[in-house]
């Protein structure tokens, strides 16, 4: 039974069941360690590297970013990330592995993001991943289908819409 107070979703033991269980301490695992056994196992040969640069990612981006209730800088966020990236890997074995990584980032991070955001977690990889140009994506058939859509429901094609709407396709592609 963990005891986490204050912690979102949980409530307090009372008193009386509390007694009934033995205390013990543990320490705040090594999230750069658990990070390059992952990527090694997930067939990444870079992962030491790699491991030290999501971590920092992840950390810098819970310090700058504005704090809000969704964002999740945590260990499951991270294992989540390293397995798209596998995922990733596996299906495009030609592209560069700090590439792989930083689109797993991008496609499970930025859609979530508050505007202001966006050009700090951009800034925090240009300076992890420097030198490193990530290629936009172009979509034949849904920007013709939003066009579409907007114009017989009379919506004006405003940029930050059509964004979030691809933002909102790529999270469905990397969750299903």
């Not at 990070?35 to 870079?46: H, K, M, Q, R």
């Not at 951009?122 to 490193?132: K, R, S």
Request: with cysteine; glycine share 6%.
């Amino acid at each position: 039974i963990t005891m986490n107070p204050g912690y979102a979703g949980r409530t307090e033991l009372p008193d009386n069941l509390k007694i009934l269980f033995r205390p013990v301490a543990v320490m705040t695992p090594d999230f750069r360690m658990i990070a390059e056994v992952i990527l090694y196992s997930e067939g990444f040969t870079n992962a030491k590297d790699l491991s030290l640069k999501i971590t920092q990612l992840y950390k810098l981006s819970s310090e700058q970013l504005s704090p809000q209730d969704h964002y999740d800088f945590g260990m499951r966020a991270l294992k989540s990330i390293l397995v798209m990236a596998g995922d990733l890997k596996r299906s495009q074995p030609g592209v560069p592995e700090d590439l792989t990584l930083i689109v797993a980032c991008n496609d499970s991070n930025v859609p979530k993001f508050v505007a202001e955001d966006v050009p700090l977690f951009n800034g925090i990889m240009a300076d992890l991943f420097p030198g490193v140009q990530f290629p936009e994506r172009e979509y034949p058939e849904l920007l013709p289908a939003f066009e579409r859509y907007m114009e017989a429901h009379s919506l004006s094609p405003v940029d930050t819409w059509i964004t979030k709407g691809i933002q909102y396709y790529e999270t469905l592609i990397v969750r299903h």
